[in-house]
């Protein structure tokens, strides 16, 4: 028993120092430089909550914000509804489907930073891939509006498959008699979908929801990549801000503090929502 | 559970342990026998009179070194490095890409000669500040040396985190080169507060390149004539002039490689990357005036020398945006999202009069594999202007001549010593061994190397001592090639320079005003709130880090001279 207990110690103890190193102290050193002015070859000086005062007074910093929050919230809001509807036409018979579902999936496999540098090729407006073949004349990443939606039409590109996945295997999970109970008051799929298919998934959505919110929040291989920012600050998101201010500008205090502010926006965004699903299932 | 299971854990962690700590670093191939043992050279002849052959790694290429290059240091058999190991730090483009690419081609060499093991870690451009930087504050004591660019001296300065190498350029020791090979503003951007730092290696600027077989073709003159009624403005003298042909040309197809339109000109503006750099090359000959002394309106261009106000939204800087936001309405609408490769590529394949940018584009324009335009361009020192805002009067003055201005925008990746490093001569020798006389000039043959040309051992005669052969030997066109050296050596050499910043938080400065720029290449800002925006965004950046070290170090780094001054 008592050398069950140390092997068992030996398994943990690696995770345990990963999730020491990588993730508690990184989190414990940021909150501490949030409140420091930082120069290089300088000591740093203690500044209590400047650095989280600028962030409100920085422009660049509050659009970064905004350009995050619609991203957000459109980005994941199309994901879902799009992951939903694949959910439903996969959850049935049909040809090639073992084939197809595999296809779709592939999305979710490609790194973000491959993807980023590979939609450069297929949105260049001079002759690429879209407006090459389908002989439009979109501004994909130079015109500040359509920068954007490249930016979110990539990551819904790249997590749709997410979504979709986990709707599949929560619809399979579906005993097929509510089904029946249901069709014995209606024939119409959509109130089968709103009174059965829906209640039952809710735990399910809501899960997917809170994941991909808080993936979403933390966004930056696809816009650094794709789009660098640009043009303008149209596609600059608040983790590359962070980056920039903190890597380029070497404004480390800031750059802590506008990390923790995201931090905190998505911790929010978090417990209002298992707030709401207490209160709903409670 | 048992010691197999204990076993299968430790193992686990080895091969985890082992992954991890091979990441990241390119060591050499092994080409010795131990320390102060027989030398096994493979890529080191050693000939009796005392110079030597080396051969590059992978080209199998020869370069010849005198005795007189090679130094006292290095001899057959002899290993005065051996047992060290040293780590340089450089933008990552590969092992044939430009900049590190030598590094790779050389090392085999400098190992056989010098006993030593080189690291050549490979750092994003847009990373390589960062990461030497914190290296540096938090005493991580990774790099030996840094290729850095220019606008980093600032950084590295204040702090102490380079050594001068001013000790060492004298020892007749280590491999030759001079420094005085390099014209005036080169040369400074390699230097601070009278003490040499950097070794000679690549040489930045921008210089205007055109298509010579379009722009001399009488057709098209007559066209041009034809349309707006006056003589096409060429040779080009003036950024009105380039304006005025690129709108001419600006949508017709007047190349034969396909049937889409093509452009007048073609520039950079994707957002943090470069695009900045067209800004401040183009604004030059609006804004700065030369003289023999440096104030606020003389040989200046970024803050006001006694109060470090920002100078950026100054008329001549406003005007000087205006003719670039006008210029950019004759290129693809979709170079506001493309780096430098893609406007370069489009140059590249003939499909635009005339682009602005560095000496990778006249080297570029040699590969055949890239290029449709070999044989066909034209170059010269960026145009000028005819009003020229003066700062010190406030008000605009108009000149005879149009104010042409050299610069030296760009990285001019050179190598410098870390103060961390327990090998400084180990590190200098390499840096020096590239710097020589026939390293040097084979680099910059070679376009791909990303060594561009600034040094006067680079210039073919009368302006300066290299063979026209070795260039033709490596591909060039030879009327490209006329062009080109002379376009660089006119700019290197020209009366009036733009000044460098390089002070602490050059890349902060520059980063504020490039998303500015490019908020005004979209529409979304006017070129003066722009500008306005731009300079109280520097004054905050110069609030933050010290109004009074900025103001210091930005005297030091231009050479302010206090004493007389033109009257505000």
């Known amino acids: 028993m008592h050398r069950d207990s140390r092997v068992k110690w030996a398994f943990l103890l690696p995770a345990a120092l990963w999730v020491l190193c990588f993730t508690i102290f990184p989190l414990v050193y940021g909150l501490r430089l949030s409140f420091f002015r930082v120069k290089i070859g300088e000591p740093d000086e203690f500044v209590g909550f400047e650095n989280f005062v600028q962030f409100f007074q920085d422009e660049r910093g509050l659009q970064s914000a905004a350009v995050t929050l619609i991203f957000v919230l459109s980005g994941v809001t199309v994901q879902m509804a799009l992951g939903m509807c694949l959910a439903l036409l996969f959850n049935r018979d049909m040809p090639l489907r073992g084939l197809l579902r595999t296809v779709l999936t592939m999305p979710l496999f490609a790194t973000p930073i491959a993807v980023g540098f590979l939609f450069v090729t297929i949105f260049y407006e001079e002759g690429g891939l879209i407006n090459g073949l389908l002989r439009w004349d979109v501004p994909w990443l130079s015109h500040p509006h359509w920068a954007l939606v490249s930016v979110i039409l990539v990551d819904i590109w790249q997590w749709t498959p997410f979504c979709f996945l986990i709707f599949l295997a929560a619809l399979q999970g579906v005993s097929e008699d509510y089904y029946e109970a249901g069709r014995l008051e209606t024939k119409s799929g959509w109130m089968l979908f709103r009174h059965v298919t829906f209640p039952l998934l809710q735990p399910t959505i809501v899960l997917v929801l809170l994941l991909r919110i808080t993936e979403a929040f933390k966004v930056f291989d696809i816009p650094y990549t794709l789009t660098s920012g640009g043009p303008g600050s149209a596609t600059q998101v608040l983790s590359m801000y962070a980056y920039r201010v903190g890597m380029r500008f070497f404004h480390f205090g800031y750059a802590s503090s506008i990390s923790l502010i995201l931090f905190l926006l998505v911790l929010v965004t978090v417990s209002f929502m298992f707030k709401q699903i207490r209160q709903t299932y409670s | 559970m048992n010691s197999l299971c204990l076993r299968t854990v430790i193992l686990c962690l080895v091969v985890v342990l082992s992954i991890a700590g091979g990441c990241g670093r390119s060591s050499g191939p092994d080409s010795e026998e131990e320390a102060g043992g027989v030398v096994e050279y493979k890529h080191v002849t050693w000939h009796d009179d005392g110079s030597l052959d080396l051969t590059t790694f992978e080209d199998g290429e020869i370069i010849g070194l005198s005795k007189e290059d090679i130094g006292t240091l290095f001899g057959p058999g002899k290993t005065p490095f051996a047992g060290q190991r040293i780590a340089v730090a450089v933008t990552s483009q590969g092992p044939k890409g430009g900049i590190s690419g030598p590094l790779y081609r050389l090392r085999p060499a400098w190992e056989e000669l010098t006993g030593a093991k080189l690291d050549i870690v490979e750092v994003p451009m847009a990373d390589l500040l960062n990461k030497t930087i914190t290296d540096l504050r938090f005493g991580g004591g990774q790099f030996d040396g840094i290729i850095q660019g220019a606008w980093f001296m600032g950084e590295y300065i204040t702090p102490g985190f380079i050594i001068p190498i001013d000790t060492y350029v004298q020892d007749p020791r280590f491999p030759h080169w001079d420094p005085g090979w390099l014209p005036t503003p080169l040369k400074s951007i390699h230097a601070w507060g009278g003490k040499q730092y950097g070794v000679m290696n690549d040489s930045d600027g921008q210089v205007l390149y055109w298509r010579n077989d379009i722009l001399t073709n009488t057709a098209w003159r007559s066209a041009f004539k034809e349309e707006t009624g006056k003589d096409l403005p060429f040779p080009v003298k003036t950024w009105q002039d380039v304006t005025e042909i690129a709108r001419f040309f600006h949508g017709k197809n007047w190349d034969e490689n396909d049937p889409e339109p093509d452009s007048g000109v073609v520039m950079h503006f994707r957002v943090n990357e470069q695009g900045m750099f067209h800004f401040m090359s183009l604004s030059a000959a609006f804004t700065v005036l030369g003289g023999e002394k440096v104030d606020r309106g003389t040989n200046n261009y970024w803050f006001d020398p006694d109060t470090m106000e920002p100078l950026i939204n100054q008329p001549g800087h406003i005007r000087a945006l205006e003719t670039l936001y006008e210029l950019s309405q004759y290129g693809p609408r979709a170079q506001s999202s493309w780096d430098l490769g893609t406007a370069w ?224």
Do not use: C
């Open chain 2, 345 to 568: 590529d489009w140059f590249l394949r003939g499909k635009s009069i005339f682009v602005f940018s560095w000496g990778d584009v006249g080297s570029l324009v040699q590969d055949v594999s890239r290029s449709s335009i070999k044989g066909k361009i034209g170059a010269s020192i960026l145009p000028g202007s005819y009003d020229v805002y003066d700062m010190n009067a406030n008000a605009w003055v108009n000149v005879d001549e149009p104010n042409v201005v050299g610069n030296t925008v760009g990285g001019s990746w050179h190598g410098v010593i870390t103060s961390t490093s327990e090998s400084p001569e180990a590190v200098y020798s390499l840096y020096a061994l590239m710097a020589t006389q026939p390293v040097s000039l084979w680099n910059v043959n070679r376009g791909w190397t990303g060594v561009d040309p600034g040094a006067r051992i680079h210039f073919t005669p009368p302006q300066g001592s290299a063979d026209l052969q070795g260039y033709l030997d490596a591909g060039w066109d030879e009327s490209d090639l006329t062009f080109y050296l002379k376009a660089y050596r006119d700019n290197f050499y020209a009366k009036t320079m733009l000044p460098y910043l390089r002070i602490n938080g050059a890349e902060e400065y520059w980063r504020a005003l490039d998303q500015n720029l490019s908020e005004t290449m979209i529409g979304r800002l006017e070129p003066q709130e722009a500008l306005l925006r731009t300079a109280r965004e520097w004054n905050t950046i110069t609030d933050r880090r010290g109004r009074e070290a900025q103001l210091k170090q930005y005297q030091e780094s231009i050479g302010y001279d206090l004493l007389p001054h033109a009257p505000r």
